[in-house]
Nanobody, 116 residues
Framework: VQLQASGGGLVQAGGSLRLSCGAS????????TAWFRQGVGKEREWVAA????????WYAESVKGRFTISRDNAKNTVTLQMNSLKPEDTAVYYC??????????WGQGTQVTVSS
């Protein structure tokens, strides 16, 4: 299984970024998918998830209304659209896939930096 996360970068506060996570050796529609993030000196934080069946999504309170997680089964990718970015959103973002109560596969991470 190989997961390739991309789309990170440097953006000013209020701007937008779109993260993508492409998968090979794994069918994204068969997994519960999530995005996590970890800032410098901080613990890893769950950001958003989309269910395996039905495409239901959930968000951390800190990003609700600003971020949108989606899955493109045809392209076998998962995206995280991030709008109205804030400096506190600065972190390395990871995509993760799981079937049970844990996430079994993790992407390598992509850096998001939001300047004030």
């Amino acid at each position: 299984v190989q997961l390739q996360a991309s789309g990170g970068g440097l953006v000013q506060a209020g701007g937008s970024l779109r993260l993508s996570c492409g998968a090979s050796g794994l069918t994204v529609s068969s997994y519960r998918t999530a995005w996590f993030r970890q800032g410098v000196g901080k613990e890893r934080e769950w950001v958003a998830a989309v269910s395996r069946i039905g495409g239901r999504s959930w968000y951390a309170e800190s990003v609700k209304g600003r971020f949108t997680i989606s899955r493109d089964n045809a392209k076998n990718t998962v995206t995280l659209q991030m709008n109205s970015l804030k400096p506190e959103d600065t972190a390395v973002y990871y995509c993760a896939f799981g079937m049970g109560s844990t996430y079994d596969y993790w992407g390598q991470g992509t850096q998001v930096t939001v300047s004030s």
